[in-house]
């Protein structure tokens, strides 16, 4: 079974410039989620997807960060215009949903942003 | 508010010895618990996790944890660390009524000495 896929893996950028990160969930897996990992802490978690509906997005800072996952399979994240704090590694990751707690993670993208 | 506490940001080991990782969460109901471990420039793997039932866990490479109600702790043990065991570990708990969103502890280094 093919895991969760992320790209890309790293991604420099100057601030005020615009991003986008993709993810590809593991097949069959209606839940998916994106964290933001800043470097020294735990992930948190910034927007919550079930199937193509957006279940939380508490925390994703809707000024400049703004994600879809059309058709309910992939996804991707963008930040526009991007800050300096948005430094961190981007994680992706899945679950089958319903009773399935397990959330399976892809490698994430490291963004810096100078 | 769900929370979890990680106490000891650095721990260091002797490879054989005990391995011991600290966990404290708040939740205002039964929770879920995971500990998911972290190899560099990689995302998060699942070690074990805590839903129902039994309170002692346990999990792969050796891994193992006790839910305690009453302590409100989940930390992780394994009896005998291998240097392959050096990585990140990062406690979390979810709350169903939440869509099963993970809120993560900041994470433990884990250095093993050989």
């Known amino acids: 079974e093919a895991g969760v896929a992320q790209s890309p893996r790293y991604k420099i950028i100057e601030k005020r410039q615009s991003v986008a990160f993709w993810c590809n969930p593991i097949?069959?897996?209606?839940?998916l989620y994106w964290y933001q990992q800043i470097l020294g802490q735990g992930p948190k978690l910034l927007i919550q997807?079930?199937?193509?509906?957006?279940?939380?997005d508490s925390q994703l800072p809707k000024d400049r960060f703004s994600a879809e996952r059309l058709k309910g399979v992939d996804s991707t994240l963008k930040i526009q215009p991007a800050k300096l704090e948005d430094s961190a590694v981007y994680l992706c990751?899945?679950?089958?949903?319903?009773?399935?707690?397990?959330?399976?993670f892809g490698p994430g993208t490291r963004l810096t942003v100078t | 508010a769900q929370s979890v506490t990680q106490l000891g940001s650095h721990v260091s080991v002797s490879e054989g010895a005990l391995v011991l990782l600290r966990c404290n969460y708040s939740?205002?109901?039964?929770?879920?618990l995971f500990w998911y471990v972290q190899y560099p420039n990689q995302g998060l793997q699942l070690l074990l996790k805590?839903?129902?039932?039994?309170?002692l866990v346990k999990g792969i490479n050796g891994f193992e944890a006790e839910f305690k109600k009453s302590e409100t702790s989940f930390h992780l043990t394994k009896p005998s660390a291998h240097m392959s065991d050096a990585a990140e570990y990062f406690c979390?708990?979810?709350?169903?009524?939440?869509?099963?969103?993970?809120?993560f502890g900041a994470g433990t280094i884990l250095r093993v000495k050989s």
């Open positions: 939740s205002s109901v039964p929770p879920y």
């Open positions: 979390a708990v979810s709350e169903r009524e939440y869509g099963n969103k993970l809120v």
């Open positions: 997807f079930q199937n193509n509906g957006v279940v939380d």
């Open positions: 097949s069959g897996h209606a839940t």
């Open positions: 990751a899945s679950s089958a949903g319903g009773h399935s707690y397990e959330q399976y």
């Open positions: 805590y839903t129902t039932g039994a309170t």
